[in-house]
């Protein structure tokens, strides 16, 4: 018997393996491109342009595929090496698969607008071809010592005579068999669901794109909600552009035509609504600022929206809550959950159901088809996308997702503010600078902001108000520097007199406070 083991074939089977759970993995957090298609583009990123066009002038439509081709040669030369290199010891071949992910994650960071979820799938197919390596080494039969005599042992520990000899050649073969044909099931099965999420993700996006809601208007922000400081945040958050948080690695794929909401629980009658009742109801628009309580001081969690839906107050009203509930569990489709005051969900304020973000559908990410929006309240307690069911209840009876895990149960968004001109580390020429931000207190409304430099005496900013109540406002003031190094500091004052606090807190349980501060140097315009 002098079978040695199929090395390179264990490799190619762990790699194939890695190649479909990443596939699966970035089908499932609708990422653009699944990793090998990364790599491909890269691969065309840096390719000569004289020698790209030879390659289209001459392969002409199989140009593509060709490349892919390519890709997954010099891949499956990778999953081979990373084979080959298990006997000379198994720090080896990790090292292989490792410089394999590495170039994976590489091709998927510099695709246009990547983040660090990109980088998931990577994690998923590197994880899935050490396992599968490491398993089928085992199935294929004793191990064999590390080492430059690798092969000679292997050779030896084949035989019968040897001490592992009734699990030599010919059950190695079988386990190795048996695992070799599981790992390609298991390839074919994550491929194939990869697909079936992806193309469900793409047939409920097309749904979203054909939906049209009657009464949803697209708004430019009032006039006077902007202050002239280049810089400054855009008052209105383009959807893209919007924060976005939730629990789920897949995002619902949820077809309005199949979509319910249903309100049960402590009211006189229980409410079932279709997307189509919805949308036919009287339509709410409202600017609404959304924040999320883990959003330290000038954190980026905090958007600002044009939102259409129905007021969460007619749809209560429908259901007739009971006297003694003062609670509203609002589930997602995704399982996730959240408590909200019933008052904050039926007194006056805009309070909804939205159906539309900035004259859209909802963004799948943001919760479509409908998800609840509810002003001055952070949106681990009130904001569910995807929302499917509300039970009217009390607080003592339930406990919600977050509150779960050591957060508030009730949590009104605090009195903020931040400095978005200047950066820290700015250098600007000393003498007037004007500077500029952001201030917020949903549903309780902002009255005046101050800055301070370097600790001196507080100054008014001038504010630009807008209507509501329910956004964020823009700031600006004109501050006197000399040369040096400098520190602002901001603070907001809002309409009910409370002066925002210097105490900096953490942002568990009920959300950050504290000001803002920025450091900049301001230099002598003769330097
Ligand atoms: N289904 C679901 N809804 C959710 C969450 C979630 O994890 N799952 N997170 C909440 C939190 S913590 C915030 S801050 C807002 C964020 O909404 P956005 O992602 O649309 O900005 O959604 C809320 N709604
Ligand atoms: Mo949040």
Same mark, same amino acid.
């Given at each position: ?49 004289a ?20 890709? %997954?040669? @010099? $891949? /499956? =030369? *990778? ?8 006997? #000379? &010891? ?5 090292? %292989?698969? @490792? $410089? /394999? =992910? *590495? ?8 695709? #246009? &607008? ?5 980088? %998931? ?7 899935t ?37 009734r699990?030599g ?68 958050t ?15 794929t ?101 159906v ?16 609840t ?30 509150t ?7 949590a009104?968004v ?12 700015d ?57 040096g ?21 953490d ?21």
């Amino acid at each position: 018997m002098q079978t040695s083991r199929p090395w390179g074939l264990l490799g190619v089977a762990a790699g194939v393996a890695g190649l479909a759970t990443s596939y699966l993995a970035a089908k499932a957090l609708t990422i653009r491109d699944p990793p090998l298609v990364a790599a491909a583009e890269l691969v065309v990123r840096f390719t000569p342009g004289a020698v790209v066009e030879w390659a289209i002038e001459t392969l002409g439509p199989a140009d593509k595929p060709v490349l892919m081709l390519l890709v %997954v040669l @010099v $891949l /499956l =030369a *990778g999953f081979v090496a990373a084979g080959w290199a298990w006997p #000379r &010891g198994w720090w080896r071949s990790v090292l %292989v698969w @490792v $410089l /394999l =992910a *590495g170039a994976g994650l590489l091709a998927v960071q510099l695709q #246009r &607008g990547a983040g660090m979820v990109d980088a %998931v799938p990577i994690g998923v197919g590197l994880a899935t071809s050490l396992l599968c390596q490491a398993l089928l080494v085992r199935l294929a039969g004793p191990a064999s010592p590390a080492g430059e005599t690798a092969a000679e042992t292997a050779g030896e520990t084949e035989g019968h005579s040897s001490p592992e000899g009734r699990t030599g050649a010919a059950p190695g073969r079988r386990g190795l068999l048996a695992g070799l044909g599981a790992t390609v099931v298991l390839a074919v099965a994550a491929t194939t669901f990869g697909r079936v999420v992806g193309n469900r993700k793409r047939a409920i996006q097309e749904s979203r794109r054909l939906v049209r809601i009657p009464g949803v208007t697209d708004r430019d922000p009032p006039p006077r909600a902007r202050v002239d400081v280049p810089g400054v945040t855009s008052w209105q958050t383009p959807n893209e552009d919007f924060y976005r948080i939730d629990t789920t690695l897949a995002v619902p794929t949820i077809d309005p035509s199949q979509w319910r909401l249903r309100i049960h629980g402590m009211v006189e009658r229980e409410v079932v609504l279709t997307y189509q009742q919805l949308i036919d109801m009287e339509l709410t628009e409202a600017w609404i600022t959304l924040n999320c309580v883990s959003n330290p001081v000038a954190g980026p969690l905090i958007g600002n929206a044009w939102w259409s839906g129905v007021l969460t107050e007619r749809l209560l009203r429908m259901a007739r809550p009971l006297p003694d509930a003062d609670a509203v569990l609002q589930t997602s489709d995704d399982g996730w959950n959240c408590s909200t005051p019933l008052s904050a969900m039926t007194d006056v304020r805009d309070a909804m159901v939205a159906v539309a973000m900035n004259g859209e559908p909802l963004p799948l990410e943001h919760g479509f088809p409908a998800r609840t929006i509810v002003p001055g309240l952070y949106g681990f307690t009130s904001a569910c996308k995807w929302v499917v069911d509300w039970e009217v209840t009390r607080f003592v009876d339930v406990d919600a997702f977050w509150t779960q895990r050591g957060w508030a149960e009730q949590a009104p968004v605090r009195l903020g503010s931040r400095i978005d001109v200047p950066s820290a580390g700015d250098t600007v020429p000393a003498g007037s600078v004007r500077v500029g931000g952001m201030a917020w207190h949903q549903h309780v409304g902002i009255s005046a902001v101050e800055v301070a430099v370097d600790g001196g005496d507080w100054q008014s900013a001038e504010v630009a108000l807008p209507r509501t109540n329910d956004t964020w406002v823009q700031w600006a003031a004109t501050v006197e520097v000399g040369p040096g190094d400098h520190v602002l500091r901001v603070r907001a004052r809002d309409k009910r007199g409370e002066v925002q606090t210097g105490v900096r807190r953490d942002v568990v349980p009920d959300g950050a406070t504290g000001w803002h501060e920025v450091g900049f140097s301001a230099s002598d315009e003769d330097d």
